[in-house]
Nanobody, 126 residues
Framework: QVQLVESGGGFMQTGGSLSVSCVAS????????MGWFRQAPGKEREFVAA????????GYADSVKGRFTISRDNAKNTVLLRMSSLRPEDTGVYYC???????????????????WGQGTQVTVSS
């Protein structure tokens, strides 16, 4: 079945940039709508960004609009989240998520997804 593996992340000072990547197993990546979520200590998992199965549509949380960019390369089974102008409140574990979609749809709720990676830590300090 589908497996998702995140990479990237790490430590960065305020104002810096980082990217996190997610690689999916299987030949059906182009049928998956994908998303990024993050979870800070003591807080619930929150939506960050989403992309439709063919990459034609995008969605972002208000807190990251203009700073983060989601993209995908279906030939490489990869979704990327580029993060810039980082703030301490961006700190958290970032999770890659996927779900089957038969059409050009975006999903912003964690409960919409049934495939999840293990997460990668992003820490932003001043």
């Amino acid at each position: 079945q589908v497996q998702l593996v995140e990479s990237g992340g790490g430590f960065m000072q305020t104002g810096g940039s980082l990217s996190v990547s997610c690689v999916a197993s299987g030949p059906t990546f182009s049928t998956l709508a994908m998303g990024w979520f993050r979870q800070a200590p003591g807080k619930e998992r929150e939506f960050v960004a989403a992309i439709s199965r063919l990459g034609a549509s995008f969605g972002y949380a208000d807190s990251v609009k203009g700073r983060f960019t989601i993209s995908r390369d279906n030939a490489k089974n990869t979704v990327l989240l580029r993060m810039s102008s980082l703030r301490p409140e961006d700190t958290g574990v970032y999770y890659c998520a996927g779900r089957f979609s038969g059409y050009n749809a975006l999903y912003t709720r964690a409960s919409d997804y049934n495939y999840w990676g293990q997460g990668t830590q992003v820490t932003v300090s001043s």
